[in-house]
């Protein structure tokens, strides 16, 4: 989770969100983080601080790292129900 108390929960749910489906992605196909950095030609380091929220992951990161791990990217926009 996110070190960063200034976000919202709605934000706070995306980032678990997207680290929760990349570390599935890393345990179903047997890649550690050295192993993802390593593809990514990043620092183990780096890796770890994407997956715990310590740094921010862009889009565009988010793109090599599904690249590195041979996957495709999806994501749904939700409207919210009115009551």
Same mark, same amino acid.
């Given at each position: 989770m996110p070190r960063n108390t200034n976000l919202d929960p709605v934000a706070q749910e995306l980032i678990r969100s997207v680290r929760d489906e990349i570390e599935?992605?890393?345990a179903?196909?047997?890649?550690?983080?050295r192993e993802l950095a390593r593809r990514l030609g990043k620092t183990p380091g780096?890796?770890?601080h994407l997956? #715990?929220?310590?740094?921010n992951m862009t889009l565009? #990161?988010?793109?090599?790292?599904?690249d590195a791990?041979?996957?495709?990217v999806t994501? #749904?926009?939700h409207g919210h129900d009115a009551e």
């Amino acid at each position: 989770m996110p070190r960063n108390t200034n976000l919202d929960p709605v934000a706070q749910e995306l980032i678990r969100s997207v680290r929760d489906e990349i570390e599935a992605v890393m345990a179903e196909r047997g890649i550690d983080q050295r192993e993802l950095a390593r593809r990514l030609g990043k620092t183990p380091g780096f890796v770890s601080h994407l997956l #715990t929220g310590r740094r921010n992951m862009t889009l565009r #990161t988010l793109a090599d790292i599904a690249d590195a791990l041979d996957c495709d990217v999806t994501f #749904t926009l939700h409207g919210h129900d009115a009551e």
